[in-house]
Nanobody
Framework: QVQLVESGGGLVQAGGSLRLSCAAS????????MGWFRQAPGKEREFVAG????????YYADSVKGRFTISRDNAKNTVTLQMNSLIPEDTAVYYC?????????????????WGQGTQVTVSS
Protein backbone atom coordinates (compact mmCIF):
# COMPACT_ATOMS: atom_id res chain seq x y z
CA GLN A 1 0.00 0.00 0.00
CA VAL A 2 0.91 3.66 -0.25
CA GLN A 3 -0.28 6.53 1.90
CA LEU A 4 -0.73 9.95 0.34
CA VAL A 5 -0.88 13.34 2.04
CA GLU A 6 -1.55 16.55 0.13
CA SER A 7 -0.52 20.04 1.18
CA GLY A 8 -0.30 23.52 -0.27
CA GLY A 9 -3.91 24.45 -0.81
CA GLY A 10 -5.35 27.81 0.16
CA LEU A 11 -7.07 30.99 -0.94
CA VAL A 12 -5.65 32.92 -3.88
CA GLN A 13 -6.88 35.70 -6.15
CA ALA A 14 -7.59 35.05 -9.79
CA GLY A 15 -4.40 35.20 -11.80
CA GLY A 16 -2.34 33.95 -8.90
CA SER A 17 -0.42 30.73 -8.34
CA LEU A 18 -0.38 27.83 -5.91
CA ARG A 19 1.85 24.81 -5.59
CA LEU A 20 0.34 21.59 -4.34
CA SER A 21 2.49 18.79 -2.99
CA CYS A 22 1.70 15.16 -2.30
CA ALA A 23 3.95 13.15 -0.02
CA ALA A 24 3.87 9.39 -0.34
CA SER A 25 4.88 6.74 2.16
CA UNK A 26 4.71 3.00 2.16
CA UNK A 27 5.70 0.91 -0.80
CA UNK A 28 8.13 2.12 -3.44
CA UNK A 29 6.81 5.39 -4.83
CA UNK A 30 8.36 4.84 -8.24
CA UNK A 31 6.08 1.83 -8.78
CA UNK A 32 3.07 4.12 -9.17
CA UNK A 33 1.58 6.28 -11.83
CA MET A 34 0.43 9.46 -10.09
CA GLY A 35 -2.48 11.72 -10.77
CA TRP A 36 -4.18 14.86 -9.53
CA PHE A 37 -7.95 15.12 -9.49
CA ARG A 38 -10.33 17.78 -8.24
CA GLN A 39 -13.91 17.96 -7.09
CA ALA A 40 -15.96 21.13 -6.92
CA PRO A 41 -19.17 21.36 -4.85
CA GLY A 42 -22.02 19.58 -6.58
CA LYS A 43 -19.78 18.21 -9.31
CA GLU A 44 -18.13 14.89 -10.03
CA ARG A 45 -14.47 14.33 -9.39
CA GLU A 46 -12.47 15.16 -12.50
CA PHE A 47 -9.00 14.41 -13.77
CA VAL A 48 -6.52 17.29 -13.74
CA ALA A 49 -3.09 15.86 -14.55
CA GLY A 50 -1.16 12.60 -14.56
CA UNK A 51 2.47 11.56 -14.67
CA UNK A 52 4.19 8.29 -15.52
CA UNK A 53 6.33 6.32 -13.11
CA UNK A 54 9.62 7.86 -14.19
CA UNK A 55 8.16 11.30 -14.91
CA UNK A 56 8.84 11.08 -18.62
CA UNK A 57 5.21 11.33 -19.67
CA UNK A 58 2.60 13.80 -18.50
CA TYR A 59 -1.01 14.36 -19.49
CA TYR A 60 -3.36 17.21 -18.70
CA ALA A 61 -7.04 17.98 -18.84
CA ASP A 62 -7.78 20.55 -21.54
CA SER A 63 -9.07 22.95 -18.90
CA VAL A 64 -5.65 23.25 -17.24
CA LYS A 65 -3.28 22.67 -20.14
CA GLY A 66 -0.70 25.45 -20.35
CA ARG A 67 -1.47 26.65 -16.82
CA PHE A 68 -0.70 23.64 -14.60
CA THR A 69 2.44 21.52 -14.45
CA ILE A 70 2.76 18.13 -12.79
CA SER A 71 6.15 16.79 -11.72
CA ARG A 72 7.55 14.14 -9.42
CA ASP A 73 10.68 13.44 -7.43
CA ASN A 74 11.03 9.72 -6.86
CA ALA A 75 14.00 10.25 -4.53
CA LYS A 76 11.81 12.35 -2.23
CA ASN A 77 8.56 10.41 -2.78
CA THR A 78 6.68 13.51 -3.82
CA VAL A 79 4.49 14.66 -6.68
CA THR A 80 3.80 18.33 -7.24
CA LEU A 81 1.16 20.32 -9.10
CA GLN A 82 2.23 23.86 -9.98
CA MET A 83 -0.87 25.91 -10.74
CA ASN A 84 -0.51 29.26 -12.49
CA SER A 85 -2.99 31.75 -13.90
CA LEU A 86 -5.66 30.44 -11.59
CA ILE A 87 -9.30 31.21 -12.33
CA PRO A 88 -12.38 30.90 -10.10
CA GLU A 89 -13.39 27.75 -11.97
CA ASP A 90 -10.31 26.05 -10.52
CA THR A 91 -11.89 26.21 -7.06
CA ALA A 92 -12.20 22.66 -5.74
CA VAL A 93 -10.80 20.09 -3.38
CA TYR A 94 -7.69 18.68 -5.02
CA TYR A 95 -6.75 15.04 -4.54
CA CYS A 96 -3.55 13.16 -5.16
CA UNK A 97 -3.96 9.58 -6.38
CA UNK A 98 -1.73 6.60 -7.13
CA UNK A 99 -2.20 3.84 -9.65
CA UNK A 100 -0.26 0.57 -9.62
CA UNK A 101 -0.10 0.25 -13.38
CA UNK A 102 1.93 1.40 -16.35
CA UNK A 103 -0.46 3.76 -18.05
CA UNK A 104 -1.61 7.22 -17.09
CA UNK A 105 -5.41 7.23 -17.14
CA UNK A 106 -8.01 9.92 -16.61
CA UNK A 107 -10.57 7.70 -14.88
CA UNK A 108 -10.67 8.01 -11.10
CA UNK A 109 -11.87 4.42 -10.80
CA UNK A 110 -8.49 3.23 -12.09
CA UNK A 111 -6.56 4.73 -9.19
CA UNK A 112 -5.99 2.56 -6.16
CA UNK A 113 -4.92 5.02 -3.47
CA TRP A 114 -6.08 8.51 -2.57
CA GLY A 115 -5.08 11.32 -0.29
CA GLN A 116 -7.51 13.22 1.92
CA GLY A 117 -7.60 16.27 -0.34
CA THR A 118 -6.63 19.92 -0.01
CA GLN A 119 -8.92 22.89 -0.64
CA VAL A 120 -8.07 25.40 -3.34
CA THR A 121 -10.21 28.53 -3.51
CA VAL A 122 -9.72 31.14 -6.22
CA SER A 123 -11.46 34.46 -5.68
CA SER A 124 -12.48 36.75 -8.51
Amino acid sequence: QVQLVESGGGLVQAGGSLRLSCAASGRTFSMYVMGWFRQAPGKEREFVAGISKNGGYTYYADSVKGRFTISRDNAKNTVTLQMNSLIPEDTAVYYCAARSSVLVTTSSSNYNYWGQGTQVTVSS
